[in-house]
């Protein structure tokens, strides 16, 4: 299983980005599909969820709002597009994919997309 992410960069704040994530070797749709993000001396934290089928995503507070995620299963591809940056949204964005067709179902993690939001 590869879960590969790409978008991120370097941002002024009030600006746009969006990343992406495209998941091989599983089957897409048994999957819910997260966004995390890491900053510097920072636990990781969960900034979007999406299921697969019922396609109901949730934000925490810090988020909701400013950014959207949804998923594209026919691409194998979940995104987040992310409005209104501000510095503190600096950090390393994670791609998640946790197994729900069973109790402790499998986990997958990316290998992370830079975010950085500095005028």
């Known amino acids: 299983v590869q879960l590969v992410e790409s978008g991120g960069g370097l941002v002024q704040p009030g600006a746009s980005l969006r990343v992406s994530c495209t998941a091989s070797?599983?089957?897409?749709?048994?999957?819910?599909m997260s966004w995390y993000r890491q900053a510097p001396g920072k636990e990781r934290e969960l900034v979007a969820t999406?299921?697969?089928?019922?396609?109901?995503?949730d934000y925490p507070d810090s988020v909701k709002g400013r950014f959207r995620i949804w998923r594209d299963d026919v691409e194998n591809t979940v995104y987040l597009r992310m409005n209104d940056l501000k510095p503190q949204d600096t950090a390393v964005y994670y791609c998640?994919?946790?197994?729900?067709?069973?109790?402790?179902?499998?986990?997958?993690w990316g290998q992370g997309t830079q975010v950085t939001v500095s005028a």
């Open positions: 998640h994919a946790r197994y729900t067709r069973d109790v402790g179902g499998a986990v997958y």
């Open positions: 070797g599983l089957t897409f749709t048994d999957y819910r």
């Open positions: 999406i299921d697969g089928i019922s396609y109901r995503t």
